[in-house]
């Protein structure tokens, strides 16, 4: 379980590198979420070819990491909440940096944004093993 | 803090009452993602009337609920993860839709919604306990 547990901070690191901080994110995040509201045929491609993959990987290491079944409602959807709380920095990004001050969301800021995440992360997995461990829901 | 915390929780699933369940909030969205993605006078005013002081609001919710400070980098950072997972299951429906095998994201599945987010920020909220009367991190 801490290696996959290690790997799910790994997988968060990399994708807050690649959606929130690289510049060529921008346009491919438009994209994407130009097909989201008006699905293509190129929808069908990334969801099948990327993003299913990405997203059933990401809910195998989840039961690595704490035992719940990889395909389970509650697995897909957590996993779902992981990638959302990072998407939205990219999304979000022009109220995010009016509100934090920001001139701009570069290496600097994707650290912290990591931070915070992990952070939630980290709270999650103890969640679980708390519950595991003691009997209790925290 | 226990009041503020079920505020936090209220809160939470009011946001996923509108942005993931309700009808209308499809059009909304979408017009402020493109306000976002090409900014014009439309934002500054959903910025400045909407979007800051409903942020604000929730830092504010989030310091009675913890004692972290309502204006830290890492308080406003949180709220933003919150607002985000929640955020993706509206902006991502299509992709959700997909791989939770759902026809729709209507009452029933926006309930799972609730309870997987809601899960989310208790195991949030945990951790901060834990770390303030244990000394720990977890």
């Not at 097909?35 to 190129?42: C, I, K, Y």
């Not at 290491?61 to 992981?82: H, I, K, N």
Request: aromatic letters at 8%; hydrophobic letters at 45%.
């Amino acid at each position: 379980p801490e290696a996959a547990q290690a790997q799910l901070f790994a997988a968060l690191e990399r994708m807050v590198g690649f959606v929130v901080a690289s510049p060529q994110a921008g346009e491919i995040v438009q994209f994407i979420l130009r097909e989201l509201s008006h699905p293509t045929a190129a929808l069908d491609r990334i969801y099948d070819g990327v993003f299913e993959p990405s997203h059933r990987r990401l809910c195998q290491l989840w039961e690595q990491a704490t035992g719940e079944p990889a395909e389970s409602e509650a697995t897909r959807l957590t996993v779902f909440t992981l990638i959302g709380q990072v998407i939205y920095f990219r999304i979000g990004r022009e109220a995010v940096m009016r509100r934090m001050g920001w001139p701009d969301i570069g290496a600097a800021e994707a650290a912290k944004v990591v931070a915070v995440t992990s952070g939630n992360l980290k709270a999650i997995l103890a969640a679980r093993k708390g519950a595991k461990t003691k009997g209790q829901r925290p």
